[in-house]
Each structure stands twice: as structure tokens, then as C-alpha cells.
């Protein structure tokens, strides 16, 4: 059974920097890649790039490219996201979300409240 | 970028009512990559669809995607309680994978 745990809610200052975890279970972490999704309070879903578990390769949106830094540790098959100079219109939920063989994001974790407040 | 442009914004509909969901993409999808996500409120997005027409696991066949090119379409035949949240579609053929700005498919 498929399972993507992701971290508790984020506080954060503007400027600070926020690293969001998700830990897989029930399948080969390093076979499918893991994509990170971001929502707004009340708005639409924004995809932000994708890990390749396997070799770490990485592909950003160039929306945060310079901001966001996806790494992972395979040993405990966890995945992680981290976003540096924090404003407040990055206050959303995160989700991380993979990919199965020819479906996209199939399985999505349950979310991770980022606020950032000063 | 690949801009998708859902339509409606909002559907009011009844149960048992027939929904029929508009995505535009800016550019021709080839391949036919295009999924549909339907988010219920404080939950995570649930992927229904993929390669436009093609029902993930579990999905109840009262959904069903067509299209292809530049013009795709979800249609839940027979409207159920549970079926009133937001739907986003999806682009999947290039980087960035851009969504839809959601059809919210509300009880009338």
C-alpha cells in the first residue's frame, strides 16, 4: 500500500527558508520520480518541479528556479523541498506527488502548511 | 509555457445531472498528455484521468476524458454527491507541468 507522508506545518519569517519532507512507503522510492505541488489559500495548484530518486536529478519551474532546491535521501526513502527567501505569497500547502510508470502523479501526499508571517 | 484554460469557472449542477468540463490548451498536446485531478475541500488532489481518456484505478466509469490536440473534455454522466469538488486539468507533455485554474462543480 502506497503511502507519502509528508512533515508537519511550517511557521516561517519573510526571507527564511523552509525544507519540506516526504517520506515514501509501499513501492520502490528510487523507481518513480517525485514532483512537488504548491496551493495558495483558495487558488489552483502549482507545480514546481520533479526528483529523479534514483540519480537526483532534478527539474525546477523557472517560477522558482534560484528559490527551490528538491533532494532526497534514498536510504530512508524520503524526499524533501526546500525553498530559501521566503515571502508571503509562498504561504500554501505543499504537496509532494509521484509518478507511476505512465501516470502522472498518481499518489499524492497529504500536505504541508507553509505560513509565512512576520 | 503551456497555458491550459478551463471552462466553466463554475458548474451548477443537481445529482444525477449530466457535467461536461472544458480544457483549452494554448499549444497542441501531443501525445495526448493530459490528466484530470479532482480536489475535494481540504483534501489532496486525486488523479481521475491520464493520456486524456484513460480512468485510473478505482476510478467510477461515470467520468470519462476525450480529446485530443488542443481541446479535451471531462464529462461525469450521472452527477453523484461525492462528485461536487474542484477539477484541474493538466498538462504532462512538457516541463513545467501546467494545471488548469479549476472547474468548481457545485450543487444547484
Known amino acids: 500500500q502506497v503511502h507519502l507522508v509528508q512533515s508537519g506545518a511550517e511557521v516561517k519569517k519573510p526571507g527564511a527558508s523552509v525544507k519540506v519532507s516526504c517520506k515514501a512507503s509501499?513501492?520502490?522510492?528510487?523507481?518513480?520520480?517525485m514532483h512537488w505541488v504548491r496551493q495558495a489559500p483558495g487558488q489552483g495548484l502549482e507545480w514546481m518541479g520533479w526528483i529523479r530518486p534514483s540519480n537526483g536529478d532534478t527539474n525546477y519551474s523557472q517560477r522558482f528556479q534560484g528559490r527551490v532546491t528538491m533532494t532526497r535521501d534514498t536510504s530512508i526513502s524520503t524526499a524533501y523541498m526546500e525553498l530559501s527567501r521566503l515571502r508571503s505569497d509562498d504561504t500554501a500547502m505543499y504537496y509532494c506527488a509521484r509518478d507511476y510508470r505512465e501516470l502522472p502523479q498518481d499518489f499524492w501526499g497529504q500536505g504541508t502548511l507553509v505560513t509565512v508571517s512576520s | 509555457e503551456i497555458v491550459l484554460t478551463q471552462s466553466p469557472g463554475t458548474l451548477s449542477l443537481s445529482p444525477g445531472e449530466r457535467a461536461t468540463l472544458s480544457c483549452r490548451a494554448s499549444?497542441?498536446?501531443?501525445?495526448?498528455?493530459l490528466a484530470w485531478y479532482q480536489q475535494n475541500l481540504g483534501q489532496a488532489p486525486r488523479l481521475l484521468i491520464y493520456?486524456?481518456?484513460s480512468r485510473a484505478t478505482g476510478v467510477p466509469d461515470r467520468f470519462s476524458g476525450s480529446g485530443s490536440g488542443t481541446d479535451f473534455t471531462l464529462t461525469i454522466s450521472r452527477l453523484e454527491p461525492e462528485d461536487f469538488a474542484v477539477y484541474y486539468c493538466q498538462q504532462y507533455v512538457t516541463s513545467p507541468r501546467t494545471f488548469g485554474q479549476g472547474t468548481k462543480v457545485e450543487i444547484k
Open positions: 509501499g513501492y520502490t522510492f528510487t523507481g518513480q520520480y
Open positions: 493520456g486524456a481518456s
Open positions: 499549444q497542441s498536446l501531443s501525445g495526448s498528455y
